[in-house]
């Protein structure tokens, strides 16, 4: 008996000991475990991700044909005046649909109507319909003596300040609030620069621009055409196109000090700081052509590291104001990602003088941080400089230095716009530039 007992203890010890060998193998064996939201994360491990809303990713979000063309500047290649030929800007007003019927119209009045009553009177004996997307409130009043009906329908919508399309299949007009255009542009980006700019600062922003044919399409109200085409004829009729080359830096000085920006003037000399233009922060220096990118960077290095975070360009037409956008611009995710940089300014006649005269103001989402009235002659640069990087920082407490500051580079040029049929040979730098656009 004992031994049978014997025998089955050493059975069951064999049957374990092959159990947990068998166990053993099977389990895999992990050298590191990492626990997320207490998911087991290893090498063998497929990553589960949360499901994301369907919001365009960041980087498409980001993407831009204009942002090449417009955040970037050539400092070796910059002319500070040049002259492109006139080139006609035209508006066309796409999807009215198809042509009329060749119906003439002759001693019609209406008088303080809708535009739909007063084309539902027009075309009554017709099977013309006339509908709408919304109700039009505006009421019209007018007389046509003699037309086609085309014409009628044109006046009327004009007046009543809404838009038309015709369907010639279901015999039917429809009015809209909304209508869209195609802008054929000039072949200067300059031009094109200014054009858009000019619309960016009307705050028209549903642009589709096509590079390649240089054409702009648009969608809007009446106030939308009003102010479009206002840019239109404003540019069509200026000599000047006003445009800017920018730099932006943040400066970190190598000691517990600030920059000393008297140093400017042994530096460079007093004639190469032209003015000197307080703001409610920070300071506008008018300065020389010497004073450039190049040595303003090599006259920073002797006290400070100098990151340029932002560069650019942008263009106006005479008179018009826009705006430099830092973060669009911008080489990364910085503090100062929320600047914007706005401008209006004209050149011409400035008390005898040939100017430019600009406003420059510095803004962010939180209202102006400053401005500058900067009147300076072709062929100067502004360097605005002491405004803190601590404006922008938004916690309590940050590593940056009290001393780090937003250091803008500006150069500003002219872009004379001439008569198509003119002979441009004239050099397009040094005084006989100057003398021409004096002249």
């Excluded at 007018?142 to 015709?166: C, F, H, P, Q, W």
Aim: charged share 25%; hydrophobic share 40%.
């Amino acid at each position: 008996m004992k031994k049978n007992i014997l025998l089955l203890s050493m059975f069951l010890g064999v049957v374990c000991a092959c159990t947990r060998t068998t166990n053993q193998t099977n389990v895999p064996q992990y050298d590191t475990v990492t626990v997320v939201d207490n998911l087991v994360i290893d090498e063998n491990s497929v990553p589960i991700f949360p499901k994301k809303a369907a919001l365009t990713t960041d980087t498409a979000r980001r993407f831009s044909i204009e942002l090449p063309k417009r955040c970037r500047v050539d400092w070796n290649n910059q002319n500070v005046a040049s002259v492109v030929p006139n080139e006609e800007i035209s508006m066309i007003r796409l999807e009215t649909g198809d042509q009329f019927p060749e119906l003439k119209v002759s001693d019609y009045d209406f008088k303080d109507v809708s535009v739909r009553s007063g084309l539902e009177k027009l075309l009554s004996g017709t099977d013309i319909s006339v509908v709408e997307d919304a109700h039009m409130y505006e009421k019209i009043s007018g007389s046509i003596e003699s037309g086609t009906l085309a014409d009628a329908v044109n006046l009327m919508t004009k007046m009543g300040r809404v838009y038309y399309s015709y369907d010639s299949a279901r015999a039917e007009i429809k009015l809209s609030h909304r209508g869209k255009w195609m802008i054929k542009m000039p072949r200067d980006e300059n031009i094109i620069m200014a054009l858009l700019d000019a619309m960016h600062g009307a705050d028209i922003r549903n642009l589709l621009v096509n590079w390649n044919d240089k054409t702009i399409v648009m969608e809007g109200n009446y106030q939308t055409e009003r102010e479009v085409q206002k840019i239109i004829s404003d540019i069509a009729s200026k000599k000047h196109v006003l445009a800017w080359d920018i730099d932006v830096y943040r400066v970190y000085p190598k000691t517990d000090n600030p920059i000393i920006w008297m140093n400017l003037l042994p530096a460079f000399g007093e004639k190469n700081v032209r003015m000197s233009i307080p703001g409610v922060v920070g300071r506008a220096l008018v300065v020389g052509p010497e004073i450039n990118t190049k040595t303003l960077q090599e006259f920073l290095a002797t006290q400070a590291n100098v990151v340029l975070i932002s560069q650019g360009r942008f263009s106006i037409p005479d008179g018009w104001q826009s705006r430099f956008d830092i973060g669009q611009c911008g080489k990364e995710e910085r503090l100062e990602t929320d600047l914007m940089i706005g401008a209006t300014g004209k050149y011409g006649d400035f008390g005898g003088y040939d100017k430019i005269d600009a406003k420059i103001v510095l803004r962010t989402t939180s209202g102006e941080l400053t401005s500058f009235n900067i009147p300076s002659t072709l062929g100067d640069n502004y360097v605005i400089v002491g405004i803190p990087t601590h404006s922008f920082v938004t916690t309590p407490e940050t590593l940056i230095s009290p001393f780090a500051e937003l250091v803008v580079f500006m150069s500003p040029r002219v872009i004379t716009i001439s008569d198509a049929t003119a002979k441009n040979d004239v050099p397009l730098s040094g005084d006989a530039l100057r003398e021409y656009l004096n002249n």
